[in-house]
């Protein structure tokens, strides 16, 4: 864990609290980006059979895919869950008590429509529920970018409806980016994927976490990584610890 992570600037957390969200640009960049790249493509070419028979039998969604264990494939997958570009907004916002909960290093393969609609990920009497996502290729506007509804997140907005178009929500914004764009945002506001009018799958990934409670701690969860976690800070995040 990077003693570099720093807290959000005052306009990042006026918008994280008016918004909902925080588009990172260049969070991930140079080496560190081409390193993130390549291993997810390598970790796409040893599962994606796997995947395609498990969508033949009947036992797997054909609209996205999750490559199994990644943080277990690379040590990069690690390295991002607490990465300094990201990692000291979560602290602030959780007041310190960051858990993580699960990756999906997710493919989207093309499709006439997107896989998901509107929707938030929990209620809002859950505890803060947090997610990165993280563009590793290059997203426009046609590539199946991520949108949000702006204050969604509050309490007492809405109520929502959920459109068959992802377009057709009232007050979404559109979030394309560059390779290595972070996008933060609070789980209770409402979102999506746009559709993908491209021929060319979308690649992200998604990291998932949750201000601490101890229902949520599973020390087991994680102990495959284990060694890779040294620091108090890195096994308190991991759940390593009750």
Known sequence: MSAHAVGPTPAQKAQWEEDGYIVLEQALQGA????LQAAFDRAVAECKEDWLQQVARG????????????????????????HP???GLLQDFTGGQTLFLAPQVRTVPTWPVSYTGWHPDVPMSNPLHIKVQIYVDDVDERSGEFAFVPGSHRAGSGPYAR?????????HRRLPGPAGTAIVFNSYGWHTAMDNETQTPRKSIILI???RTPEKVRPDQFKAIAPLCTTPARRALFGLEV
């Open 32 to 35: 560190q980006l081409q390193r």
């Open 59 to 82: 036992q797997a969604q054909p609209t996205f895919f999750d490559i199994p264990r990644p943080l277990e494939r690379d040590e990069i997958f690690v390295d991002i869950v607490d």
């Open 85 to 87: 570009s990201w990692y």
């Open 163 to 171: 459109p068959k178009r992802g377009e057709s929500m009232p007050g």
């Open 209 to 211: 976490y949750e201000k």
